[in-house]
């Protein structure tokens, strides 16, 4: 079951973590690279993908990230996570970053390298392409 968050269309590239994002520790702001040695994004840019992780983690300043790469143009094009989060929640409604929440079941049928388009008008939300 899906629930949409952030309405929006868009295609792209998915790029998933198995790691939960804190944004405002881990994302740099001008660049969208992932700057945290421990995550397995690590040295991997968030521009202009999917982006797919669990759920975001860390402070509520963390959704002024989101904002900020948005502003930068260092921002994805849209994310899909397990679990809604006030951070990563209020930070692409900041931002009109479309935001899907998926099941478990959903979230495990994601690859990173896989093309999908990501309609929440539509009544499959996200198709493979």
């Known amino acids: 079951m899906k629930k949409i968050l952030v309405k929006g269309k868009t295609q792209g590239i998915i790029l998933k973590s198995l790691n939960p994002i804190n944004f ?4 740099d702001k001008q660049t969208g690279v992932i700057s945290d040695k421990n995550h397995d994004l690590f040295d991997k840019s968030i521009k202009n993908c999917i982006l797919v992780f669990p759920n975001g983690v860390g402070s509520s300043v963390g959704a002024y990230t989101i904002y900020s790469i948005k502003s930068n143009n260092v921002a994805p ?53």
């Open 24 to 27: 405002l520790g881990t994302v």
């Open 77 to 129: 094009l849209a994310m899909i996570c397990q679990k809604a989060d006030l951070t990563v929640a209020t930070g692409c409604a900041l931002a009109n970053i479309p935001l899907i929440i998926v099941n478990e079941n959903e979230f495990s049928s994601f690859h990173t390298g896989q093309k999908i388009l990501l309609d929440t008008e539509s009544l499959n939300p996200i198709t493979n392409i």
